[in-house]
């Protein structure tokens, strides 16, 4: 013998629908871009020349390690910085759209 279903309840709801940037993908392409400009900037300056802070000659490797810290950080702001703008702008273009939302309700077999 099949189950009993009571009749469905139907109940119209309002919703805002929107689109959103995914915050993950701008935080990742602003790091890459960070590493990016780090990279560049390491061969465009680069040279052998003694620190006129310290007085150690360092390694293209080393320059790249110490930009690419601080060059990612701020890749990672700026990105962060454009999805919150870009949120912002988004948000301004939501609308509210009505919802059917249908509730089936079977009882428990003895």
Do not use: N, W
């Not at 279903?5 to 701008?26: D, N």
């Amino acid at each position: 013998m099949g189950a009993v279903t009571e009749p469905a309840e139907h109940h119209i709801e309002k919703a805002q629908l929107r689109r959103s940037p995914k915050y993950g993908v701008f935080l990742t392409v602003g790091a890459a871009l960070g590493v990016i400009v780090a990279l560049v900037l390491t061969f465009a300056f680069g040279g052998d020349d003694k620190s006129p802070f310290t007085g150690v000659i360092y390694s293209d490797s080393q320059v790249f390690g110490f930009l690419a810290l601080f060059c990612a950080t701020v890749g990672l702001v700026v990105g962060g910085i454009v999805a919150l703008i870009l949120d912002r702008t988004l948000s301004r273009r939501a609308r509210e759209v009505a919802v059917d939302r249908e509730r089936h309700v079977t009882p428990p077999e003895d």
